[in-house]
């Protein structure tokens, strides 16, 4: 089993729609949870963390369920320019022991005209 | 500022031939970690740097690679006897400390074993 699975994707939807990204892990010891967006061709960057209490940064919304080992990306209003790989990201620990990320297969994302 | 930034963007060699793929990360990060993308998947992790020394390099899958940091800053990967296994997209990431919320991320040298 991998230790990070998302959605396989793609996401093929019209602009100004609600979609949602989910995606399991596996190690209970993982600490912190990211999502990452990528670009074709281009390096992963952070799109935000994702907290236990849920959080907000504008169209995008991030939930945690530590119980069940989920998380989920959610994006409103959906902009051409949101069409990328969102790729679900965990490490395991805390503190100085604290720094492998590991990553999902990403999820592709397009959002058409 | 400056981001990280690796040389080449792009390296294409031959089966058996040894490479060498350079990262600078961002100044006075000194944390530093090499990671490979396959097509069609997320980044794996290679080996992690704290400073010179190489804190974990667990993620390396064979002998035939190795990687350096000589001074603290810039890191070299090396790879011998190339396969056309090792194609691949190997990302280098620098963080303020190793257990910073934020990796930062350069563009990547693919690389492409024929």
């Known amino acids: 089993r991998k230790e990070v699975e998302q959605d396989p994707g793609p996401f093929n939807v019209p602009e100004g729609a609600t979609v949602a990204f989910n995606c399991t892990y596996s190690n209970s010891a993982s600490q912190s949870f990211f999502w990452y967006r990528q670009d074709c061709r281009k390096e992963p960057k952070l799109l935000m963390s994702?907290?236990?209490s849920g959080n907000e940064d504008g169209r995008f919304t991030a939930q945690l369920n530590r119980a069940s080992q989920y998380i989920s990306l959610l994006i409103r209003d959906s902009k051409l320019s949101d069409s990328a790989t969102y790729l679900c990201?965990?490490?395991?620990?805390?503190?100085?022991?604290?720094?492998?990320?590991?990553f999902g297969k990403g999820t592709k994302l397009s959002v058409i005209p | 500022g400056a981001g990280v930034s690796q040389t080449p963007s792009n390296k294409v060699t031959e089966k058996g031939k040894y490479v060498e793929l350079r990262c600078d990360p961002i100044?006075?990060?000194?944390?530093l970690y090499w990671y490979r993308q396959s097509l069609g998947q997320g980044p794996e992790f290679l080996i992690y740097f704290q400073g010179t020394g190489a804190a974990d390099d667990s993620g390396l899958p064979n002998d035939r690679f190795f990687a350096v940091r000589p001074e603290g800053s810039v890191s070299t990967l090396k790879i011998q006897r190339t396969e056309r296994g090792d194609s691949a997209v190997y990302l280098c990431?620098?963080?303020?400390?190793?257990?910073?919320?934020?990796?930062?991320f350069g563009p990547g040298t693919r690389l492409l074993v024929l």
């Open positions: 990201v965990v490490k395991v620990g805390s503190g100085a022991g604290s720094y492998q990320l590991t």
């Open positions: 990431a620098s963080s303020a400390a190793a257990h910073s919320e934020t990796q930062y």
């Open positions: 100044s006075g990060h000194t944390a």
């Open positions: 994702v907290y236990s």
